[in-house]
């Protein structure tokens, strides 16, 4: 019997070696759930949103700074606070470890950046999660930078705005990361004492210790589409009840349906609406010319 | 009474002293010497195995079988004068939060608190003492009533966290807890919390706000459960000893931390030893911590408490 089928009968890959062409990283961006492919640039300008499908892709403090301050100008508050040690903590790694390679990776100092500069010329302060920095996860420094943030808006009687995207406690400072818990809702208490309004919103994903304490407590809580949202992460939920979850368990839109959030904003809206809504709690005027 | 497997060298003792009784009052003999000897050594063992008690060992103190939980403390505290009240009013009465009134030594007290099941058919009732988002609810209807009349709040912390389900999750288990934090901090009424067993996470958190957080002796207070921590950071049960000590959950590391006010003792071989002392220590230490924070101004109450959580954190900042 002959297995000439089974040969290759001629070479697969024909394109030789030094004519293959490289494709320039970050130049073009693959949607991850589509898959249409788009320029960095074209991305860029659709918020990080994909043309397509409407796909949110994850973005960081910086980015959601880049388009919701006017021009993309503001200042960042507190830049250079850092995570200390306090427990000495070590899982498989040290986390002062952990820490010190975060940063070189990320570029970043933390889990939170904060800024405060105008949104559609409404002075506000903002305080956004970089989850890339271990999982967006709530350490010491993440409470306090919100709290410091919460204490500016308290100062300058400017409204505060809460970008949540997070995996919840940072285990690696253990009960000082459960503080921050009732450190950030404590300062919100202030905060609606004082009658300044506060916007939380919430993106993919936003659980654990980030649901259980400040990011529920917006006198508004919104959110992007599609984002998970939940106290007890869905592997946990699907352990306990022993069966499947219901599809769209924990999405933005199951939340917003059990009454929890307010609205579901795309991310191209944010800004306007978040304006918006400012502009009629305090009864401001319409702005001459809104981006 | 159940032992854990540390608890041997007291099981031991227990059992001759048992014995020795049983002699005296069979035959007559008088056992007084030898059972003065043997108290005198329990008293050693216990004192030996208190030195000598592992983060994770306190842990499992702390789960003790034989360990008073949430009502009978509050039952033996007011002398059995105690008002329940049930319901959030909103969807149903949590079984895992109780909570109502009831007076120590003339002085009305809220309480509130996780309640664990004494048995597997209550264990059930009461979900592990894992509630729900209504408990958190009525927990804090409850609190809100105690702040109307002016009068103040005891809570106790007794939960393996709140609880994981689907439709804690559909009710929004994140906002009540969260909610719960937030209202906590301001309330006008001393607010005095205290870990009884287990303090996991927010579900912990959501009824531990106040101007006095107390740890009995031989509990945990942390983010997460040594098991879960293990599971998690090591990818494996097998680390719970190890996570035990790296999570610093005693109630000596929690108040050399900082993150707590103070430590109350319990009797000698832990709370499932001798209940009826817990029970005595814990109402003189309520009335105590009541008599410092009742003539104090409420804003002065409040802007106390939020200070104290504000200060909560380690971190060090460049000057830029």
Known sequence: MSTDWFHRQEAGITTPTQEKKETPDGLWHGCPKCKVIVSAEDHVNNVWVCGNCGFHNGIDAKEYFSFLFDGGNYTELNPTMVSKDPLQFEDTKKYSDRLKATQVKTGLQDALTSATGEMNGIPVAIAAMNFKFIGGSMGSVVGEKIARTIDYSLKHNIPFIMISKSGGARMMEAAFSLMQMAKTSAKLALLDEAKIPYISLLTDPTTGGVTASYAMLGDINIAEPGALIGFAGPRVVKETIGKDLPDGFQTSEFVKEHGFLDFIVERKHLKARMSQWLRFVGNLPAPVKAE | ?320
């Not at chain 2, 000590?245 to 707590?260: S, V």
């Not at chain 2, 410092?292 to 002065?300: A, F, I, N, T």
Request: charged share 25%.
């Open chain 2, 1 to 320: 009474m159940d032992y854990l497997d540390f608890e041997a060298p007291i099981r031991e003792l227990d059992e001759q002293i048992a014995k020795a009784h049983a002699l005296q009052a069979e035959s007559g003999v008088d056992m007084k010497d030898s059972l003065v000897e043997l108290e005198a050594k329990l008293a050693e063992a216990q004192a030996e195995l208190k030195a000598s008690l592992s983060p994770w060992q306190r842990v499992q103190l702390s789960r003790h079988t034989g360990r008073p939980y949430t009502m009978a403390y509050i039952e033996a505290m007011t002398g059995g004068e105690f008002i329940e009240m049930h319901g959030d009013r909103h969807v149903k009465d949590d079984k895992a939060m109780v909570g109502g009134w009831g007076a120590i030594e003339g002085e009305s007290f809220l309480f509130i608190g996780q309640q664990k099941g004494v048995n597997t058919k209550m264990r059930q009732l009461r979900n592990f003492g894992m509630a729900n988002p209504e408990g958190y609810r009525k927990a804090l209807r409850l609190m809100k009533q105690a702040e109307k009349f002016g009068r103040p709040i005891v809570t106790l912390i007794d939960t393996p966290g709140a609880f994981p389900g689907l439709e804690a999750e559909e009710r929004g288990q994140g906002e009540a807890i969260a909610r719960n934090i937030l209202e906590m901090a301001r309330l006008k009424v001393p607010v005095i919390c205290i870990i009884i067993g287990e303090g996991a996470s927010g579900g912990a958190l959501g009824i531990g706000v106040g101007d006095r957080v107390m740890m009995l002796e031989n509990t945990w207070y942390s983010v997460i459960s040594p098991e879960s921590c293990s599971s998690i950071l090591w990818r494996s049960w097998d680390f719970k000893e190890t996570a035990a000590e790296a999570l610093k959950l005693t109630a000596n590391d929690m108040l050399k931390n900082g993150l707590i006010d103070g430590i109350i003792e319990e009797p000698a071989g832990g709370a499932h030893r001798d209940p009826e002392g817990m029970f005595q220590t814990l109402s003189a230490e309520i009335l105590r911590m009541y008599r410092e924070l009742k003539d104090l101004p409420s804003d002065q109450l409040v802007a106390e408490r939020i200070e104290k959580f504000c200060g909560m954190g380690v971190y060090e900042e460049s000057a830029s």
